[in-house]
């Protein structure tokens, strides 16, 4: 973790506020099986080879988002002076 952010009280950690709280890494974990459970609800069946393509998809996307994102933010403070 970043030693000089500093985090919303609401996600740290009661032990260590500087990391996130036990709670949030188990609604990050929960996320995908509650999903599924709800699409379910609708009559959406998601088979596990939709499911892991999916997360790849997403997971790439943000990646990428994050990579030009952080080489436009650091070309833009590079040039900016």
């Known amino acids: ?4 952010k500093k985090m919303h ?8 506020p500087e990391t996130l709280a036990m709670t949030w890494k188990g609604v990050a974990v929960g996320v995908v099986p509650i ?17 892991v393509n999916f997360v790849d998809a997403l997971l790439a996307a943000v990646s990428a988002c994050m990579v030009v994102f952080g080489l436009g ?6 040039f900016k002076k």
């Open 35 to 51: 999903a599924i459970f709800v699409a379910g609800m609708f009559g959406v069946v998601l088979d596990s080879n939709e499911l």
């Open 9 to 16: 009280p609401v996600l740290g950690s009661s032990k260590n």
């Open 1 to 4: 973790m970043l030693k000089n």
């Open 73 to 78: 933010r650091k070309l833009f403070l590079k």
